[in-house]
């Protein structure tokens, strides 16, 4: 990528010779760390050029609904709470509509936002309770011993996100920034420095390495904001939601007509045509990644204690 192809606002200085981009990646999380079945953490991630344009037609699609922030599971159970979304619920009905139908079409406006912009899906969902019980079973198997699976999340995504920034720009610097969850923040910013302080492990592998430095070097920071300020946090929130849901409803709810609607034309959408679609760690994933990082963490342990390290 040539300098002069970089937009200005993401241009930071990296040398006399060298301009970075700066890439911000935003998330959002689907389902309970610590009860839930299975935990998503997915959103996108592009230039900040490339999100002021996304926030501008982000802003005017809600405009032309007449919406808040953009909130699956509000929208989903709109009578849940009393706020806007509750509001919206008995505007429409009112009239004789449909809420079911009226909300479909209108998530369709705002995923075919999403695959029309120039953003990159990244996302993992974890079977949460079996990192819980191989984790409980064998503690010595996991480089954090203490990690929730949130951690787990976080640097699985941020990996993704690092890697279809090399694509274009393999010194590219990163921000996250994730829904401001009171619940979860703490953890995820515990996570984040878990994660960053990792090369001072002593029973990180070699192999291992490259992968953290990269993290240590590239992401300058971590941050936490309300989906009201950030439209980019409510298409996180989609498709955090719609990534979980097809987990949970997988072989249960495909009768249902609006399950279908969600599965096949929100997802579609939110994923590119599915060319972007976050990974599924199962149980079976979990016991061969755990298993490879013991036998990469005792190998590491050997080695120094045969160089007397």
Known sequence: MSEGSIPLASRISAGQERWAVYFSLFLDESGKVHKGDYTAL????????????????????????????????????????????KKKHQEITAGGVVWEDW????????????????VVC??????????RELKEAAPEDFLLANADSNVFLLQNVVTSALDK????????????????????????????????????NPNLPAELRPRFERFKTRVDQISFS???????????????????????????????????ELFTHL????????????????????EKL????????????????????
């Open 42 to 85: 997915c959103g996108y991630v592009s230039t900040m050029d490339q999100w002021g344009l996304f926030q501008q037609r982000w802003d005017q699609l809600r405009f032309k609904h007449g919406i808040p922030p953009i909130h699956l599971s509000r929208i989903v159970n709109p009578s849940s709470r009393d706020d806007g979304w």
């Open 290 to 309: 755990a298993g490879n990082t013991a036998k990469s963490v005792r190998k590491a342990k050997d080695e120094a204690e045969c160089w007397g390290i």
């Open 267 to 286: 997802f579609a959408h939110l994923t590119f045509g599915g060319t972007q679609q976050p990974k599924i760690v199962s149980r079976a994933n979990l």
């Open 122 to 131: 990244v996302g993992a969902v974890v079977d949460a309770v079996a990192y």
């Open 103 to 118: 909300y479909q079409r209108m998530l369709g406006d705002f995923a075919e936002l999403i695959s029309s912009s120039d």
């Open 165 to 200: 920034i090399d694509v274009v720009d393999p010194v590219g610097l990163m921000t996250i920034c994730i829904d401001d969850d009171r619940e979860n923040a703490f953890e995820y910013y515990r996570s984040y420095w878990n994660i960053k302080t990792m090369l001072e």
């Open 226 to 260: 309300g989906d009201n300020f950030h439209p980019a946090l409510q298409a996180a929130d989609m498709i955090a939601y719609v990534s979980r849901a097809w987990k949970v409803d997988e072989g249960k709810s495909l009768n249902d007509p609006l399950r279908q």
